[in-house]
């Protein structure tokens, strides 16, 4: 029994020493090097911000954004990746902690108030968390009375739809109320009223959409909630908690628990709790952003939650964890990141009139003065793609003849033998249809949207009083449910 416990005590050891991390300043050998990269020499189309979890108060980090606000002439976006208040969100007028809610909110909407770019807040853990729904609701509010303007705090509070920014031609930013997917909506009987989904697995669609929608352009994805990281969320620990672990609760507790610590620890990194990436629901919200960005390209997928910065390139996209706005946390190498630094700071993409990406993070030191601690081209210019329409149309006939579906259902004999015949041959039958002329359907109609499931392709309509309604194919194309670049290989033949 003993030669077991010594045995497990030291395979949780060997287990401490591969997870444990730190606030040192890391570089991978793909990143070593990085001063290298020097930025073009033109000015870019547009520059965005992106900063998270600066909800502790004014800080290095935010003094330094407020310098480089004032120092960038040329078109912007700040974006605040959620955890805007520390540690409830905002509470009512008259509770306890109001004031200093108000005072954390307001650090954050000095630094931006006179800046003439964009500016937009997504909600995170931190912003949900005591006050629910209803304090998410007050932030908003707050936040866009504040700086006058009501283009601000996106997706509206309770509601899952991603909101689509088109920032320039070629530039769009997608943000996502990470929070939203993982609240247990039991406790919150209010969320999703008035919104267009209405569960998860229709978000999915909401997802694919946006991004396929967006596909030929540059694309930013925000969310509090980072699907890759190697900080605490991912399962990474410093040395001092594995040996010390009371001091999460009280930083003055330092108690030696090695094993217990290191256990404790473990426990967290292989089953956690909603708030870390290998929980079954964080996991699941992050295969749908990965997959359907995968199915349409490469893409910046930003986040906060780690009070780190973190830079890596998984699944053919690019990760960027900036959630060092007021706090501090370890992070280290590994999962193919290039850079990690758990230091206050905050990243910074910047776009080129080609489509060309770059990206630089910034730490700040107690002054609130700034030194670039990596620096990389994140994506080249972007592919010529044009949309030439046909000068003229033929004039529509007011009905077609055409197969219910246009792909040909009919097998052999040996295939209808092992998985009869089902109803193939309705598919081929051919019918008289109606042709769909959207000046006077329903008093007339007009496209406000693209989109479709996984297999199908659909088009959003809204007649004049407001209604809407969706077309959608009949025929299916499976290739979309497998990942680019596997969707345009041999594999769909």
């Known amino acids: 029994m003993r030669i077991n416990i010594l045995l497990f005590g030291l395979v949780l050891t060997l287990l401490a020493l591969q997870s444990c991390a730190n606030y040192k300043l890391k570089y991978s050998s793909e990143g070593a090097g990085w001063e290298n990269n020097l930025l073009p020499v033109e000015n870019p189309a547009h520059t965005v911000y992106l900063i998270g979890d600066a909800g502790g108060g004014r800080g ?7 310098k480089k606000l004032k120092e960038d002439k040329g078109a912007g976006t700040v974006v605040f990746l959620g955890d805007n208040i520390y540690p409830n969100g905002l509470g009512p007028v008259g509770a306890e902690d109001r004031t200093l ?6 650090d954050q ?3 931006v108030k006179s800046y003439k770019g964009n500016v937009h807040f997504v909600a995170g853990n931190h912003d949900w968390y005591k006050y629910g729904l209803e304090g998410v609701k007050r932030q908003k509010k707050y936040i866009e009375k504040y700086l006058d303007r009501e283009d601000v705090f996106f997706p509206k509070p309770g509601c899952g739809e991603p909101k689509e920014i088109e920032l320039s031609d070629n530039l769009v930013l997608i943000l996502i109320d990470s929070q939203w997917y993982l609240e247990d909506w039991d406790d919150e009987y209010k969320i999703n009223s008035g919104c267009e989904i209405k569960s998860r697995e229709v978000f999915q669609e909401y997802v694919l959409e946006a991004i396929k929608g967006n596909r030929n352009k540059n694309i930013i994805i925000a969310m509090h909630h980072p699907p890759y990281t190697n900080g605490p969320h991912g399962g990474s620990f410093t040395l001092r908690q594995h040996l010390f672990p009371l001091t999460d609760v009280n930083k003055n507790l330092y108690i030696p628990l090695p094993i217990l610590g290191t256990g404790l620890q473990f426990l967290r990194g292989s089953i956690g709790h909603k708030q870390d990436a290998i929980h079954p629901n964080y996991s699941e919200l992050a295969d ?51 850079f990690v630094y758990g230091n206050q700071g905050f990243s910074k993409l910047y776009y ?4 060309t990406c770059w990206i630089e993070f910034w730490a700040a030191d107690e002054a609130g003065n ?23 149309f033929p004039p529509m006939p007011k009905q077609v003849n055409k197969p219910l579906s246009n792909d040909d259902f009919d097998k052999g004999k040996l295939w209808n033998f092992f998985w009869g015949k089902h109803y193939r041959q309705a598919y081929g039958t051919e019918f008289t249809i109606p042709a769909l002329d959207l000046s006077t359907f329903k008093g007339g109609v007009k496209p406000v949207k693209r989109g479709g499931g996984f297999q199908t392709n659909s088009l959003r309509l809204q007649a004049k009083d407001g209604k809407q309604y969706v077309m959608r194919s009949i025929d299916k194309d499976a290739s979309r449910t497998l990942a680019w670049p596997f969707n345009e290989s041999i594999l769909t033949e």
Do not use: C, W
């Open 352 to 355: 080129y009139d080609d489509g």
């Open 288 to 338: 749908i952003v990965i997959s359907n960005a995968r199915k349409n390209g490469n893409f910046v997928i930003a986040s906060g939650h780690e009070h780190s910065l973190q830079y890596m390139e998984n699944d053919e996209q690019f990760f960027v964890v900036s959630g060092a706005g007021s706090k501090q946390s370890p992070s280290r190498l590994g999962n193919n990141a290039e």
């Open 370 to 392: 700034g030194r670039v601690v990596y620096r990389k081209k994140v994506k080249g210019p972007l592919p010529d793609v044009v949309d030439t329409p046909p000068v003229s």
């Open 60 to 66: 290095p980090a935010l003094m330094l954004l407020e």
């Open 101 to 106: 809610d108000e005072k954390r909110l307001n």
């Open 109 to 111: 909407l000095d630094v």
